[in-house]
């Protein structure tokens, strides 16, 4: 949200400087994000002067030229050569100078001493275009003669400089979506700060209005008082559409408002001075000369101001007149009742909508405005009246015309003030400091925020109805630590904390742990949305039915809870190859989200939703990088299945617990593998297949794997970490050449080996892979590596033979293997 330092001093007259006023609204929780120079001339006519041209002849090498010398008060004349054809001495002109940067309709020009066809230039006498201040080209600005030689063209034009503050508005702080709301902050900061007294909220008097007459009176009609609780209006009538007066556009384009007509710009202009918004319809269109506030039909066509046609919803709340839809309350006009120059008479609106029914329209039709943004957060039902006369007493300031109308103010049902009982002995401790009762005091009544009764230390407060998030007494404590500044609240000198005892295992701690030992190995972190696209969970693998659906989603990229981290993982590895990152080694920790549509209606509403915390793990592009002491390699399974090892291992899934299977591996993988801990998934892991990879665009091979990361802590805490000591006697290694069928997996002969010697068998690894049609059909070669180790004492030949034959045996016996000599 853009504020103006120049409009803010309209409603309080402090002498602090933009940088200054912008730490104090930082303070005061309204966080200032930049702080930019606007001015009404663009540059500032920085480096451009007033001149007198004091001779002019014709170039003697270009008819279209004229070669002057001008005087810009320095003493000395400048030689500048100019085109245009009504340059000529005697005359006072606007002079840019040798280093000016002007901006103009072709872009910026920055002016240099150049010589044209000969003669030296230094500088340029200017034409409108050239110095921002219209579209003529035909000549030169020529001066009234009595201006002053020498004068900056900033002071003669009188251009105004202003600061724009661009605050990064929370949600629940719609009472600062405005120059006097922000005012008020100000006000009470520099209050406490300075003294009680020391500056006035001024806020514009709407003393003037009067009625002129009743010529035209629109009746108000609310059908539905819930999406409509207040209703305010009036008519104008003999007005004149125009452009509006200069000071009147420079507020709006000090905050980037384009101006668009008086009548129009007014609206926006008290809009961003009171924070309500209010909407002019042409009275000549409002037809049957009746307003009526209802809902439409669903599939009610509707043309918005844009000119597109919509369908409204069916609870889409829409000022109509006596048969047809004229605005989307709240949120946009129709094309057929806004104001034009033809515009003689208008009916002007005020109203208060309820927040949920502007908010679900807005999402329905994907329509963002400056009303929709402050009417969805919560307006003021209190200053619809107030707002109104301060528009109409603005309009015919800048339009004519007179009030033909005295003002209809429908609202069935007042909106009463919250009311807080505020404990000072509660709040000292919510603080932690005790602030004196009257400086309390003193900060609410600046916030407006009324003390109605004081009963010992508890005061009851009237809280304003544009305040909607002050509604308890920790609200109130908030907001007198904004004003009274968190920084004012010293530290203790002694902390007080107790101990608690947390439950094992820490999930915490080993989240963190596995994060730290992936960092080491070279990945890094990723964090996606856990809001994503519903079209993801059309792929095969996954079932729509299971997506958790948003009611009501900011668009149709972000519509349901992700049911898996595959997709947020693919869209970072290909917005990273779109950026030249091509190697990747990439974890993300998240809950996934699902839905189970077999639960849905019984007792517990949260029945059929599951969510669950996984581990996600991507690998693409090189091994390593390039380096030339290294050969390059792309990275591939193994590289993967060895990050899910390390993982497991570091968690206490030893290699023997795990049962490994490819029967349930998800059709996203081209292939890979399912590891399960006591006959459940655990983790699966492969390469993604290449269709998923070209639908994301994706160039290069992509190695996924995810962990149960609940399933996996469900087994770490019934781990128990042994420590030994080191052997003093030595390992034996011996060597098998197995001769298997292609469809025996190294798996299965490790978990063999391991059945059969239990106690002195400490490692077995497969260290050769041999596929050769002289083997036999279907089969091929492993050279498997088995480490053996009594830690009482040396084995001996004889006992190591003997536990390699009955190794030999079982594998002859039980997977068909032959030992090759």
Known sequence: ???????????????????????????????????????????????????????????????????????????????IVCGAPNVAAGQKVLVATVGTTLYTPKGELELKKVKIRGEASEGMICAEDELGLGDDHEGIIVLPSDVPVGIPAAEYLQVKTDYIFEIGLTPNRIDAASHIGVARDVVAVINHRKGEGTLKLKKPSTAAFKVDNNDLHIPVIIKDTEACPRYSGLTISGLTVKESPAWLKERLLSIGLKPINNVVDVTNFVMHEMGHPLHAFDADKVDGKKVVIRKPVKDTLFVTLDEEERKLTGDDLMICGATEPMCIGGIFGGIHSGVTEKTTSIFLESAYFNPVSIRKSSKAHGLKTDASFRFERGADPEITVEALKRTAILIKEVAGGQITSEIVDE??????????????????????????????????????????????????????????????????????????????????????????????????????????????????????????????????????????????????????????????????????????????????????????????????????????????????????????????AQVDFFDLKAAVHAVLNRMGAANEALQVSEESLSPVFAFGLVYSVNHREVASLGKINKKLLKDFDIRQDVYYAFIEWETLLGHASKQQLLYAEISKFPEVRRDLALLVDRSVKFSQIEKLAFHTERKLLKAVRLFDVYQDERLGENKKSYAVSFTLLDDRKTLTDKEIDKIMQKLAWNFEKELGAEIRK
């Not at 001093?9 to 930019?36: H, M, N, Q, R, W």
């Not at 949260?606 to 002491?629: D, H, K």
Request: charged content about 25%; glycine content about 6%; overall charge negative.
């Open 411 to 632: 609202y069935p049902g007042k909106v009463m003030p919250a009311l807080v009982d505020f404990s000072l002995e509660r709040a000292a401790v919510l603080i932690g400091k005790t602030i004196p009762r009257q400086e309390i005091i003193n900060i609410l009544e600046n916030l407006d925020i009324k003390v109605l009764k004081e009963s010992g230390d508890v005061l009851q407060l009237s809280i304003p109805t544009y305040r909607v998030d002050v509604t308890r007494e920790a609200d109130v404590v908030e907001e007198i630590l904004r004003i009274y500044g968190y920084n004012s609240v010293e530290l203790p000198e002694r902390l007080y904390s107790s101990l608690v005892l947390s439950p094992k295992p820490d999930k915490e701690k080993l989240q963190n742990m596995v994060s730290d030992m992936l960092a080491a190995r070279g990945f890094n972190e990723i964090m996606n949305n856990s809001l994503t696209r519903s079209a993801y969970f059309e792929t095969e693998g996954f079932e729509p039915v299971h997506s958790v659906q948003i009611l009501n989603p900011l668009s149709q990229d972000l519509n349901v809870m992700r049911q898996s981290l595959l997709f947020g993982g693919l869209e970072t590895v290909a917005y990273n190859q779109n950026r030249k990152v091509a190697d990747m080694k990439l974890y993300e920790f998240g809950k996934i989200y699902e839905k189970d549509h077999a639960k849905v209606g019984s007792a517990n509403a949260l029945a059929p939703f599951r969510e669950r915390m996984q581990l996600s793990i991507f690998l693409s592009g090189l091994r390593q990088p390039e380096t030339w002491g290294v050969k390059e």
């Open 1 to 79: 949200m853009k504020i103006s330092y120049n409009w803010l001093k309209a409603y309080a007259d402090f002498t602090e400087s933009p940088e200054e006023l912008g730490v104090i609204l930082t303070d005061c929780g309204l966080e200032v994000e930049s702080i930019e120079t606007f001015e009404t001339i663009k540059g500032g006519l920085k480096g451009v002067f007033v001149g007198e041209v004091k001779t002019c002849h014709q170039h003697p090498d270009a008819d279209r030229l004229s070669v002057t010398t001008v005087d810009i008060g320095t003493g000395e004349l400048l030689p």
